[in-house]
């Protein structure tokens, strides 16, 4: 037999540049939903069933993780630091989806929807200048607005304490960057809402709902 050739082997890749929201925690618990649940999983399994170019959704989502900022009780939650190496890492990558924001806006931080804006942008830009390999793709980017903070409640409520008044504002401020970064924005409050158990996380229904109407957006964005 012929030695298969890399396009007969290679999916395009996709990163998922996230956190908790992504990674999929049950409200309430510490626990993950399954792969085909949570909303990467299930927009890879769409984009496969249509696509004849397979597609492989790379998950690098980390529980607690800001744009920009540091927590100051766990390490390596800035997103920012060692972003450009997981470009590197992962290259080629056809895409990659930002979705991060909402943990701005703990307690312990001071910011708003500009500061988290501002991060988002900040993001952008060290994927684009990323060190890869020569010939490689300089991936595209898609940033997914999170859906709006409720009440927080049960034990995150004092994590999250005043987010919901810190968030307003987002889609508005990102929207307003993105457009002169001339970057792709999907706004997910538009078609999910955050659980009703903790105000933060995303019930199992959303990550289905996310998944399925990412799907045609991203679809549009890779090369076909």
Not at 30 to 59: H, K, M, S, Y
Not at 139 to 165: D, M, N, Q
Not at 172 to 190: I, Y
Request: charged share 15%; hydrophobic share 45%; with cysteine.
């Amino acid at each position: 037999m012929p030695a298969a050739s890399l396009a007969d082997t290679d999916p395009l890749q996709v990163l998922v540049y996230a956190d908790s929201l992504s990674w999929g925690i049950v409200p309430g618990t510490r626990q993950r939903l399954p792969f085909p649940v949570r909303w990467p999983g299930r927009l890879e399994l769409a984009l496969n069933a249509d696509r004849g170019t397979p597609v492989r959704i790379i998950e690098d989502c980390l529980n607690g993780r800001r744009t920009v900022w540091d927590d100051p009780f766990k390490p390596g939650r800035n997103g920012l630091q060692g972003l450009a190496q997981r470009i590197e890492i992962h290259s080629p990558l056809a895409l990659v989806v930002l979705m991060l924001g909402n943990n701005d806006f703990q307690s312990m931080h001071p910011h708003n929807a500009w500061h988290a804006s501002q991060g988002i942008g900040a993001l952008v830009q060290a994927i684009r200048s990323a060190p890869i390999e020569p010939g490689m793709p300089v991936p595209s980017v898609l940033v997914v607005v999170p859906p709006p903070i409720r009440t927080p409640r049960g034990p995150l409520a004092p994590k999250f304490a005043g987010g919901e008044h810190k968030w307003t504002g987002l889609p508005q401020a990102v929207a307003e960057l993105c457009a002169q970064l001339d970057c792709p924005m999907f706004d997910a409050g538009t078609v999910i809402h955050s659980s009703a158990v903790d105000g933060v996380h995303l019930d199992a229904d959303a990550h289905v709902a996310l998944g399925d109407a990412l799907h045609p957006v991203v679809r549009e964005l890779l090369p076909r």
